[in-house]
């Protein structure tokens, strides 16, 4: 099974306006119209048998609605689709949101630092953080570079072992390689860390794949992940510079799919 863990999606009625706003600072123009049908016709195309779909909550009023999509999502196509939900650190009721997305199957969180406003190791996110391990949930992170906020980094590999040390128990997955353009602070700090990476954005930021061989070849073969960031990068383009890397096949098969089955407890 080929898992893409990392793409995007929105209502259909909020779709057009999320492109247009997010388009204009990535200046890259996207791969699909940002719709559930426009990421499943390309993910057929691509050859896709499943997408994580990371929604975020950039303000404590989305997160309600951010995550009543992701619930309908999973109930009426979660054969195609596994989406996350996200709570924005000012949210004032934390542990009823994660109890309704755990309560509906939702395996996971996505929080975007940057988007939100926080740095990964403020304590504002440490019931948050808290709340999933309690309830066996992951928390996917934006990691690295954003153009939104491109002078101040919010998840640097050091505040994101700063995380680590605040939530021990919870499971995290650092998106783009760990730390989007921050590959030589991820090489030297994170590999070998216990955190999974998702391996998406590295062929567009034009990551130096002897680099990108040395982050999937070193880090531990059971995290790592196999994603795009769909709809601005294409996934079967990235699914070929990846599968291009001098990497045994055997941990292949575990970027391209046995990790994220194991991860988002498919084969139960």
Known sequence: MLIDFHTHAFPDSLAPRAMAALSEPIRVPPVTDGTLDGLDSLMRLSGIDRSVICNIATNAHQTENVNSFAIQTLRERGDRFTPLGSIHPDYPHPER????????????????????????????????????????????????????????????????????????????????????????????????????????????????????????????????????DCPWASPLETFRWLDALPLPSERKEKLFGKNAERLLKLNK
């Open 97 to 228: 949101e994660i109890d309704r997305l755990h309560g509906a199957g939702i395996p996971g969180l996505k929080l975007h630092p940057d988007y939100m406003g926080f740095f990964i190791d403020d304590p504002a996110f440490d019931d948050i953080f808290s709340l999933c391990s309690e309830y066996g949930m992951f928390v996917l992170i934006h990691a690295g570079f954003d153009v939104y906020s491109p002078a101040l980094i919010h998840a640097t590999p050091e505040r994101i072992l700063r995380r680590m040390e605040r939530s021990p128990e919870t499971v995290l997955v650092a998106a783009h390689f760990g730390g989007n353009a921050l590959y030589d602070e991820v090489e030297e700090m994170l590999i070998g860390h216990d955190l999974y990476i998702d391996a998406s954005l590295g062929m567009l930021m034009n990551l130096d794949p002897a680099q990108a061989a040395r982050l999937l070849g070193k880090h531990d073969a059971e995290r790592i992940l196999f994603g795009s």
